[in-house]
T-cell receptor, first 108, second 112 residues
Framework: GQNIDQPTEMTATEGAIVQINCTYQ??????LFWYQQHAGEAPTFLSYNVLDGLEEKGRFSSFLSRSKGYSYLLLKELQMKDSASYLC?????????FGKGTRLHILP | GAGVSQSPRYKVAKRGQDVALRCDPI?????LFWYQQALGQGPEFLTY????????KSGLPSDRFFAERPEGSVSTLKIQRTQQEDSAVYLCASSGEEVGYTFGSGTRLTVV
């Protein structure tokens, strides 16, 4: 079968660092996506990891371990606008399968 | 166009009514996807087209759901005899050479 697990909600403080973890199980795997979705809006692409390791893009970094079925999204220097849902998703057979998302609340 | 366009933005349907949701993908994007997103959940895959060919419809919840993309561009998702459990946001996405999908803003369907 296929499954994605990520925390339902997290809270962090403006200016801090937060790590959102994701574990997945799938019989086929091309890569791991992270998307950001603000309430009432479309998901927007953040990152795509194919190989093991850390990919850094500005304040956001994403890590993948294919052998462990594990990924995380690291957000640094949190800003109020980072309050959103973060969707972990794996890429398989030309389609993307999403998890339920982690709702991140940022406190001033 | 510059982005993925979906219409209508909001749709209220009476239970039992048929609805048609439209998606206009980014020009030149070969692949088009439909997802259903319930409140507080992640998007659930419904179906996928490559040009006009529907390659995967494994996510369509019942035979009341039907999607088409006759000329390989605009796509329509049709739901017949709508039921309350069909209430959700329906997201369309398209992809080309670049990594990842570009999503439209979605159609929020409310069945009353």
């Amino acid at each position: 079968g296929q499954n994605i697990d990520q925390p339902t909600e997290m809270t962090a403080t403006e200016g801090a660092i937060v790590q959102i973890n994701c574990t997945y199980q799938t019989s086929g795997f091309n890569g791991l996506f992270w998307y950001q979705q603000h309430a009432g809006e479309a998901p927007t692409f953040l990152s795509y990891n194919v190989l093991d390791g850390l990919e850094e893009k500005g304040r956001f970094s994403s890590f993948l371990s294919r052998s462990k079925g594990y990924s995380y999204l690291l957000l640094k220097e949190l800003q109020m606008k980072d309050s959103a849902s973060y969707l972990c998703a794996f890429h398989r057979d030309d389609k993307i399968i999403f998890g339920k998302g982690t709702r991140l609340h940022i406190l001033p | 166009g510059a982005g993925v366009s979906q219409s209508p933005r909001y749709k209220v349907a009476k239970r039992g009514q048929d609805v048609a949701l439209r998606c206009d993908p980014i020009s030149g994007h070969v692949s088009l996807f439909w997802y259903q997103q319930a409140l507080g959940q992640g998007p659930e895959f419904l179906t996928y087209f490559q040009n006009e060919a529907q390659l995967d419809k494994s996510g369509l919840p019942s035979d009341r759901f039907f999607a088409e993309r006759p000329e390989g561009s605009v796509s329509t998702l049709k739901i017949q005899r709508t039921q309350q459990e069909d209430s959700a946001v329906y997201l369309c996405a398209s992809s080309g050479e670049e990594v990842g999908y570009t999503f439209g803003s979605g159609t929020r369907l409310t069945v009353v």
